[in-house]
């Protein structure tokens, strides 16, 4: 039991400061040097960095499977469509981890406990991935590496804006922001590369290798940055130190436990589903642009292996397109971060969330034309580097779709912007493991042109979105339980 220098238990001296009356309570505050906004420039974006490279690293290993799926087949002897599985549950995966590590870092801290301790369960749940003895081990084990990967991510954003005052959050966000979607497009680039010359099993090998590496970064570089863990452990310190009861933090008289949060944190992003219809649609419309991401990695070997006769290093490359795409998008965000100061100077410091959907205008038709003119330069005398440039627009567009309603939902329900983001990554993530499923079928009976083209005509209709939410989202706020009004 642990006993603190005066000699009582931890058990008795929480029952101390609960007996403290509140007059007589001294309430912890972090000094200056404690906060981590005030940590130096160059170390604070050292830890954005890390904490990007490490979320690069998690998503880029949902894609990679899908370029050893024919090693898995010919392994395990199985059907192609059983290995497509590889994909779908590590993605599964990623929308069940929000829901149940939320809560946990409200408690616990961001990074002590949930990132960083989800991330050594990510090192140690890929071996068995990397030496699987049969599917049934394989499947499991992406299953539980998706949850653990998305336990990282769930936090690692909140670790990001902790380090940042609001003024200057929206760079380092968007640097953080762009990793999660940049990854799946580096993991066909990496895995086309080893699987074209090595071993199937390598690829899981050489990713176990940089999770070693992102855990040893994670560890020495990203520090806990959440306020109320701070002045929680402050507290104890103190009370450790001085024998006095009195010290404590908001955390330490904070009513509910944390069963009742999980169970809360599982069924509010569906109530937000069910019951409002913004939410609903601007979560579908991110849903079906994941879906579309991850059904690409069964529909660029398809266009590029059968039309124009890549091999699998060459098809991992045709996904520069959207990765450069994206990154062109990430480029313009200092653009974006005055354009919205200039809108808050213009309303005394405050606007309403809907600004934020003006950076999904300008760029959410680029979506469709990006898909409609790939569906229609894959025909196989059409050189292979216009469907690769047709991707670009539909990278850059994905991107700022994303980021537009990633800041509608966390300003527009500000009082419940962690279960909005919950309910968002949980419908994506349905839609990403579902699309490569009938990415196959899909192809073989509608052809390369037919395919994409459908998939081009359901951006198409959910294009209007950002533009109908725009004029209209004030007025439907009011009328939301969920909103900020």
Not at 80 to 94: D, K, P
Not at 111 to 136: E, H, K, R, V
Not at 280 to 293: E, H, P, Q, V, Y
Not at 418 to 435: D, Q, T, V, W
């Amino acid at each position: 039991m642990l006993t603190s220098q005066s000699g009582k238990s931890a058990e008795t001296a929480v029952e101390d400061i609960e007996r403290v009356p509140a007059e007589d309570s001294i309430l912890v505050t972090l000094e200056t040097h404690e906060d981590p906004q005030k940590m130096s420039a160059l170390r604070r974006w050292i830890a954005v960095f890390v904490i990007s490279l490490g979320a690069l690293c998690a998503t880029s290993a949902s894609s990679m499977a899908a370029f050893t799926e024919t090693g898995i087949a010919e392994a395990f002897h199985v059907s192609r469509e059983v290995t497509i599985l590889g994909v779908s549950l590590f993605v599964a995966g990623l929308g069940v981890g929000p829901l149940l590590v939320g809560p946990l870092s409200e408690v616990y801290g961001t990074y002590d406990y949930p990132a960083l301790i989800s991330y050594i369960l990510f090192l140690i749940f890929t071996f068995p991935i990397a030496f699987a003895p049969n599917i049934t081990v394989f499947l499991i084990f992406r299953l539980l590496t998706g949850f653990c990967g998305s336990a990282f991510l769930s936090v690692a954003g909140g670790s990001v804006s902790d380090l940042f005052p609001d003024s200057k959050v929206v760079n380092p966000m968007g640097v953080y922001t762009a990793s999660p979607f940049i990854g799946p497009t580096l993991g066909p680039l990496i895995a086309g590369f080893i699987n074209q010359n090595i071993d199937w099993r390598w690829t899981y090998r050489i990713d176990l290798c940089w999770i070693f590496v992102q855990c040893i970064l994670l560890f020495v570089f990203v520090p806990e940055t959440y306020a109320p863990v701070l002045l929680k452990k402050k507290a104890a310190r103190l009370r450790k130190q001085t024998g006095n009861p009195k010290y404590y933090a908001p955390l330490d008289r904070r009513q509910g436990n944390l069963a009742s949060a999980v169970l809360i944190s599982c069924y509010k992003p569906f109530q937000l589903l069910l019951f409002d219809r913004m939410a609903l649609l601007l979560n579908t419309w991110n849903a079906l642009l994941l879906g579309i991401l991850y059904l690409a990695f069964q529909a660029f070997p398809i266009i590029f292996q059968d039309k124009h006769h890549f091999n699998l290093q060459m098809t991992g490359l045709s996904f520069l397109g959207l990765g450069i795409g994206m990154l062109l998008a990430l480029s313009t965000l200092p653009l974006w971060n005055r354009l919205f100061e200039h809108k808050a100077k213009q309303v005394d410091g405050t606007y309403p969330p809907e600004v934020r959907l003006i950076m999904g205008q300008y760029f959410d038709l680029r979506i469709p034309t990006g898909l409609f003119w790939l569906a229609f330069t894959t025909y196989s005398g059409i050189p292979w580097i216009v469907p690769i440039i047709a991707s670009v627009p539909l990278g850059a567009g994905i991107f700022f779709s994303f980021m537009s309603t990633f800041m509608y939902l966390v300003t527009a329900y500000r009082p419940i912007s962690a279960s909005a983001m919950a309910s968002n990554s949980a419908l994506r993530c349905i839609f990403a493991a579902a699309f490569p499923l009938f990415a196959g079928p899909m192809y073989d009976r509608l052809g390369t042109v037919g395919a994409t083209a459908l998939l081009a005509g359901l951006t198409t209709l959910m294009a209007p979105l950002p533009f109908i939410f725009f004029r209209i989202g004030e007025r439907l706020r009011m009328k939301s339980p969920f909103a900020v009004h």
